[in-house]
């Protein structure tokens, strides 16, 4: 939630391994899964959420649910409330489990962009470091 908005002192501070909401992930997401993921697929067509005007926050995995609620509340219109909580909750469920999913995948990002870093500086620090078996044998030619 806000992720696009919102930035810590980590973030300001190491932007590197910091990811990107705005952006695509960086790392491929079949990567480290021995059986694989299960492809997230929209059930909801962009003419559905049209005619159902639903807004372009609310135009994500959990939409065919949100278009179930608006249809209950067009159906019983005057006593919108108590008739569709049982759908209202299923939305809210799936809206829970997907902030879940996006904050699990920010979470990979950012620990699979802190590993690389780390390897990075490791290999830097291996390049720089010359072996100790050089060292003397400059020595002796000394």
């Not at 992720?3 to 705005?22: F, I, N, Q, Y």
């Not at 372009?56 to 919108?80: E, M, T």
Request: aromatic fraction near 8%.
């Amino acid at each position: 939630m806000g992720t696009k908005l919102s930035t810590s002192l980590e973030d300001w501070l190491h932007p590197e391994v910091s990811p990107r909401a705005d952006r695509p992930t960086t790392f491929d997401p079949q990567a480290g899964f021995t059986k694989g993921r299960k492809e997230r697929k929209m059930i909801a067509t962009t003419e559905e959420m049209d005619r159902w005007q639903l807004p372009y926050g609310s135009r994500n995995y959990c939409a065919h649910h949100l278009i179930d609620v608006k249809k209950c509340q067009a159906k019983y219109a005057p006593f919108i409330s108590h008739p569709c909580w049982d759908l209202m909750h299923v939305y809210e469920q799936c809206h829970y489990q997907e902030e879940l999913v996006r904050v699990k995948e920010y979470e990979r990002e950012r620990r699979l962009l802190k590993r690389r870093q780390r390897k990075l500086a490791a290999a830097r620090a291996a390049a720089e470091i010359p072996d100790e078996s050089d060292n003397s044998a400059n020595q002796k030619t000394e």
